[in-house]
């Protein structure tokens, strides 16, 4: 319940403060602030959960690098479903992904799991939609 509570909050702070617009590229600096909103609430209990390297994290929110690392991809899930972004099966809530990802549209999401469905591991399947999610949106 603190969780949900504190997720809505956060939600909503994102909400309030990422409104780009969609013909302004986007920024690491935009990426790196959501990411200090959204993300650090749940660091320590989702590397703590999936016994991921810290370096890995720290290579994630400073570079936003997606390291091959099996504890890194669950690490990724665990933010996912800690955000409520995925359904258990996976699949993104459009909605949520559309509402608080810097960038997001329809054409990416659709394309990012195009590209990530067919895999059956959920904690690679997130990592590879994040992949594409970075790289559609010229982070990587
Ligand atoms: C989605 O975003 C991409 C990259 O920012 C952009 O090229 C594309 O036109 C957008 N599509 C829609 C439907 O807005
Ligand atoms: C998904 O990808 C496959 C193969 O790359 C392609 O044939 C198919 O049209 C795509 N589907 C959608 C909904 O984009």
């Known amino acids: 319940m603190k969780y949900l509570l504190l997720t809505c909050f956060l939600l909503a702070v994102a909400d309030a403060q990422l409104t780009v617009p969609p013909s302004n590229p986007i920024t690491s600096s935009d990426v790196l602030r959501l990411y200090n909103i959204m993300v650090a609430p749940f660091i320590s209990q989702c590397i703590c959960a999936t016994g991921v390297n810290p370096v890995f994290v720290d290579r994630f929110l400073t570079k936003f690098e ?26 993104m ?18 394309q990012c799991d195009n590209q990530s469905k067919d895999n059956l591991d959920l904690c690679e399947r997130i990592w590879l939609y994040g992949q ?3 790289s559609f949106v010229g982070l990587a």
Not at 66 to 80: G, H, I, R, V
Not at 94 to 109: D, G, R
Request: charged fraction near 15%.
């Open 66 to 91: 997606f390291p091959n690392d099996a504890c890194f991809k669950c690490f990724l899930k665990c933010l996912a479903t800690s955000l409520s972004i995925t359904h258990p099966d996976g699949s």
């Open 93 to 110: 809530y459009v909605e949520t992904v559309l509402k608080i990802i810097p960038s997001a549209n329809a054409t990416m999401n659709t």
């Open 132 to 134: 594409c999610y970075a």
